[in-house]
């Protein structure tokens, strides 16, 4: 962490320059998102004409900015883009799955009790027939905390049934630092954790609050096109099947087991859990699969420093959405992502715009439009991996990610719990404002993993996703609160998500100029934040310090 007087130091330069930071209009945010989630952008889905159309409006808007391009090197020149090779897969055809005990059989319909993902192991066929079941718990294992879920059970032709979150969950304390996920919780490490182990497939258990959101988010995220990060061996990283299935669904499996859900559950909340085969039960799925390798793209802008142009100060926020799906009760089919992420991406650019027309800060600042978010962070995940700027010289970055498009709010938040100077940097800059940082109400949700700047902070780099407040100036927390679970209810991943006039922009306006000042502070300083002591990234960070005290 930095030292108390560069943390004072730094905050005093951050109060000295908020008298002088640029008025954000709200009406241009407002404009932004409007266009990025209009019809015409079609969702901005991942190799669609709606990814065309949404990268030349961000290269239009950071030209006109007067940023400079810096994509990747073309002969010798940086492009406005990053290409990311991707793996696209594709479910094709008729599908037919059914789950059967020996002497009934019952169809499962896609969307309906199951949420099938297109498989991404390399396989174009998928045929299943009458694959046992075995119920691994919450699939976790975790030598440091003395955990194993699996007792050495072979998965190698069997369908495993894991429950989402960690065993914690339920009852809000234990050895995975009670409602807040970890890693282990998260639906990416079950299937992953599955793969490493053999399985034949995962059947991950829906419920809505551990999940943190309800069916509709689950099938509109893995009934469409997927998509994955290039790889040499897709075997190692996916099994030949990955659903999600509804509780009920689940439930129904145990009892032609003649086995008890609810039993198996608080059983598995226990160090002491063994896998539990279920007896007879059997899984059957049949469908094609179209697999290719597609290139999607990044959007990189730069404000070159003018003292320090290789240290670089960055914002980010994912570009895409889930395109076109299946049509809700209105019968509208475009998942525009007004808030997901046109919020963001307006915010993005406005900050960029900033950045332009003020004089050169002293480190550069790099503005980063990120791919495939929706489809598992791979846009950032492949930045972090083919930076186009070191990382060890990354100063730090802010992502931002589904803001608030109402009112201002007295406090602030930002996903997880993580601690690091950015946050103490951040929370100085509210104060000054009058506002409080409020920790993540929803711990157990696991957001900390869930938005890009994940990628980069498992790598070492000081980074925070930005949240806005649910304490409404107007309302109160019953209002924002309020507002943030109707949201999630029935416009988060789904078509409801529409840019609606009645939008004030007036928070967001407020709080882009808050992370301008943030960013600008850092950009001037020649401080190095880093995470706390205790942090699980401090490491990897350290582990390049040689390099910044050259």
């Known amino acids: 962490m930095l030292k108390p007087s560069a943390l004072v130091l730094l905050t005093a330069v951050a109060t000295a320059h908020a008298a002088d930071a640029p008025a954000f209009d709200a ?11 209009s019809d015409a952008y079609e969702g901005r889905a991942v190799a669609t004409p709606g990814e065309t159309k949404t990268i030349a409006y961000l290269v239009a808007q950071f030209k006109a900015a007067g940023l400079q391009p810096a994509g990747d090197l073309v002969k010798g020149k940086r492009a406005w883009t990053q290409d990311v090779p991707l793996g696209r897969f594709e479910i094709t055809g008729p599908m037919a799955m059914s789950v059967g005990d020996g002497k009934t059989t019952q169809s499962w319909t896609q969307g309906s009790e199951i949420a099938v993902r297109a498989a991404m192991n390399g396989a174009r066929q998928v045929a ?14 975790a030598p440091e905390r003395d955990w194993d ?5 072979d998965l190698k032709g069997k369908i495993a049934v894991v429950l989402i979150n960690d065993p914690d969950v339920e009852g809000g304390e234990g050895d995975f630092g009670g409602k807040a996920m970890t890693y282990y919780g998260r639906w990416t490490y079950k299937y992953e954790e599955m793969a490493r182990r053999g399985a034949l497939g995962t059947l991950i258990v829906h419920e809505t609050a551990p999940a943190s959101y309800g069916w509709a988010t689950v099938k509109n995220s893995n009934t469409n096109v997927m998509y994955d990060i290039a790889r040499q061996d897709p075997a190692s990283a996916h099994s030949l099947l990955e659903a999600w299935i509804q509780a009920d669904a689940a439930a129904g499996l145990f009892q032609r087991a003649g086995l008890d859900f609810a039993a198996a559950k608080r059983q598995a909340q226990l160090r002491a859990f063994q896998p539990l085969a279920l007896p007879g039960v059997t899984f059957s799925a049949s469908f094609a699969v179209d697999a290719r390798v597609i290139k999607s793209k990044n959007v990189a802008a730069l404000r070159r420093g003018s003292a320090h142009p290789d240290q670089y100060v960055m914002y980010s926020a994912h570009w895409d959405h889930l395109g076109i799906g299946q049509p809700d009760a209105t019968g509208h089919a475009i998942y525009n992502g007004a808030v997901d992420n046109g919020t963001g991406l307006a915010a993005l650019l406005a900050l960029g715009r900033a950045y332009g027309a003020h004089p050169a800060p002293k480190r550069s600042v790099l503005f980063l439009a990120v791919t495939a978010e929706e489809k598992g962070l791979l846009g950032s995940e492949y930045y972090a991996s083919n930076p186009l700027y070191p990382l060890d010289q990354t100063v730090g970055l802010i992502n931002m990610d589904a803001l608030s498009p109402q009112g201002p709010a007295r406090n602030f938040t930002i996903s997880g719990n993580a601690r690091l100077d950015l946050l103490d940097l951040l929370s100085a800059k509210a104060r000054a404002r009058g506002l409080t940082y409020t920790p993540d109400p ?6 900390f993993f869930r938005s890009d700047h994940f990628s980069l902070a498992k ?4 980074a925070i996703s930005f949240g806005s407040g649910n304490d409404w100036i107007d309302g109160g927390v019953a209002a924002g609160q309020g507002d943030k679970n109707r949201y999630t209810a029935v416009a988060y991943h789904q078509p409801a998500d529409q840019f609606d006039p009645r939008w004030t922009f007036g928070g967001m306006a ?3 100029a808050m992370l301008y000042e943030l960013g600008l502070n850092l950009a001037n300083s020649a401080a190095w934040p880093n995470w706390s002591a205790d942090s699980e990234f401090r490491k990897a960070r350290d582990a390049s310090a040689e390099k910044r005290n050259k």
């Open 510 to 512: 407020r709080d882009v």
């Open 442 to 447: 929803q711990p157990e949700a696991g957001k």
């Open 149 to 153: 879920d699996f007792k050495g059970v």
């Open 27 to 37: 009406r241009r945010l407002a404009q932004d998102v409007q266009v990025l989630s």
């Open 459 to 462: 790598r070492g780099v000081p």
């Open 128 to 141: 299943i027939e009458n694959a046992p079941l075995v119920f691994v718990g919450y699939g976790v294992t």
